[in-house]
């Protein structure tokens, strides 16, 4: 399944970005984060912004070495051929540079498009995902599938061709039986959506070599950045961010704070002013502790000392996605 594992270096560090950044953007911050040594550009995809497919063209045409991946397409508003195909396009495009990133999909928007997030004991995300994998993994070998799905049934589905290139597969999961599942579906795992402490990190960094076994596995993780030399700004910074205080309102449990000595007293303000959507009130409210738990935050000496925690927790290639000061994350980050 695309490039081997052995060819990569120990120090690997990759870019992403949310989609709504222009194609413009993307050509622009994928040419330099090759200059800057990184070794890979992400995009989201959000199907109320912009598609992932459409960005990498434009980051794949402004490159000529660094690989380019979706983090993630969702497997519930794309079929499987479909996103085979686009993806085996884009890897001829790139000369092999694709890496096709798949998950479920974004718990706020799916059920706006009448898709059901829970109770998974009867939305079944983990056989949607595997059924999906299943198909496209086929189709990649060059295989005849059928498959009697719950999610997706196929008949003798066949490309014309068998890809000559075929692109690396990354599943996003982070619950553990997807995490044990994914080694045996993909060549790399997404373990977090981009907040995560170095201490949730480990186990599930952990669950997914122990399930590789002795299969060659890429553990990638997004991780929220902001550098400055202002901290204190920063921080500000990353605390107005919408991702941030919907996981830390709605998502994550308290206990994940614990080791930075908060206690579910110290969010509750933070979730009060949430459900009034008083988000300003939010982000007034948060600590700078949970900032330090959840991104990397700060000057670029603790930011680079903060990413060395992650690498320790088991994480094999860093996505570090930029809010604010795109430029100076890529210095700091970069190796050239």
């Given at each position: 399944?695309?490039?081997?594992?052995?060819?990569?270096?120990?120090?690997?560090?990759?870019?992403?970005?949310?989609?709504?950044?222009?194609?413009?953007?993307?050509?622009?911050?994928?040419?330099?984060?090759?200059?800057?040594?990184?070794?890979?550009?992400?995009?989201?995809?959000?199907?109320?912004?912009?598609?992932?497919?459409s960005l990498l063209s434009s980051a794949i045409f402004a490159t000529s070495k660094i690989r380019v991946?979706?983090?993630?397409?969702?497997?519930?508003?794309?079929?499987?051929?479909?996103?085979?195909?686009?993806?085996?396009?884009?890897?001829?495009?790139?000369?092999?540079?694709?890496?096709?990133?798949?998950?479920?999909?974004g718990f706020p928007w799916l059920p706006k498009i009448g898709v059901k997030v829970f109770p998974v004991?009867?939305?079944?995300?983990?056989?949607?995902?595997?059924?999906?994998?299943?198909?496209?993994?086929?189709?990649?070998?060059?295989?005849?599938?059928?498959?009697?799905?719950?999610?997706?049934?196929?008949?003798?589905?066949?490309?014309?061709?068998?890809?000559?290139?075929?692109?690396?597969?990354?599943?996003?999961?982070?619950?553990?039986?997807?995490?044990?599942?994914?080694?045996?579906?993909?060549?790399?795992?997404?373990?977090?959506?981009?907040?995560?402490?170095?201490?949730?990190?480990?186990?599930?960094?952990?669950?997914?070599?122990?399930?590789?076994?002795?299969?060659?596995?890429?553990?990638?993780?997004?991780?929220?950045?902001?550098?400055?030399?202002?901290?204190?700004?920063?921080?500000?910074?990353?605390?107005?961010?919408?991702?941030?205080?919907?996981?830390?309102?709605?998502?994550?449990?308290?206990?994940?704070?614990?080791?930075?000595?908060?206690?579910?007293?110290?969010?509750?303000?933070?979730?009060?002013?949430?459900?009034?959507?008083?988000?300003?009130?939010?982000?007034?409210?948060?600590?700078?502790?949970?900032?330090?738990?959840?991104?990397?935050?700060?000057?670029?000496?603790?930011?680079?000392?903060?990413?060395?925690?992650?690498?320790?927790?088991?994480?094999?290639?860093?996505?570090?996605?930029?809010?604010?000061?795109?430029?100076?994350?890529?210095?700091?980050?970069?190796?050239?």
């Amino acid at each position: 399944m695309g490039k081997r594992l052995s060819e990569f270096t120990l120090e690997r560090i990759a870019i992403g970005f949310n989609p709504t950044i222009s194609a413009g953007e993307a050509a622009e911050y994928a040419r330099l984060a090759e200059q800057k040594g990184f070794e890979s550009f992400w995009v989201h995809e959000n199907p109320f912004i912009k598609d992932a497919v459409s960005l990498l063209s434009s980051a794949i045409f402004a490159t000529s070495k660094i690989r380019v991946g979706s983090g993630c397409v969702s497997v519930v508003t794309r079929h499987p051929l479909l996103t085979t195909t686009s993806f085996v396009a884009l890897n001829e495009m790139s000369g092999g540079r694709v890496v096709m990133g798949v998950g479920l999909g974004g718990f706020p928007w799916l059920p706006k498009i009448g898709v059901k997030v829970f109770p998974v004991q009867e939305t079944k995300p983990l056989r949607r995902i595997k059924e999906f994998l299943t198909i496209t993994n086929g189709l990649l070998d060059g295989e005849a599938v059928t498959l009697d799905g719950e999610f997706f049934k196929v008949s003798d589905l066949k490309l014309d061709s068998k890809p000559s290139r075929k692109p690396s597969i990354y599943l996003a999961a982070f619950g553990p039986r997807l995490l044990s599942m994914a080694p045996g579906l993909a060549d790399g795992v997404i373990i977090s959506p981009a907040v995560m402490t170095p201490e949730i990190t480990a186990p599930k960094a952990k669950l997914v070599k122990e399930a590789a076994k002795n299969k060659k596995v890429d553990i990638a993780s997004y991780i929220l950045t902001t550098v400055s030399k202002d901290e204190a700004e920063a921080r500000k910074l990353m605390k107005s961010y919408y991702f941030v205080l919907y996981q830390v309102s709605e998502v994550l449990r308290p206990e994940v704070f614990e080791p930075y000595g908060l206690k579910e007293k110290d969010l509750e303000p933070i979730k009060e002013a949430w459900k009034r959507k008083d988000f300003a009130a939010a982000a007034k409210a948060m600590p700078d502790a949970v900032i330090e738990a959840l991104t990397i935050t700060g000057n670029p000496d603790h930011c680079l000392e903060r990413l060395n925690d992650y690498r320790k927790a088991g994480v094999e290639l860093p996505i570090l996605m930029p809010i604010g000061d795109v430029k100076a994350a890529m210095e700091t980050f970069g190796s050239n």
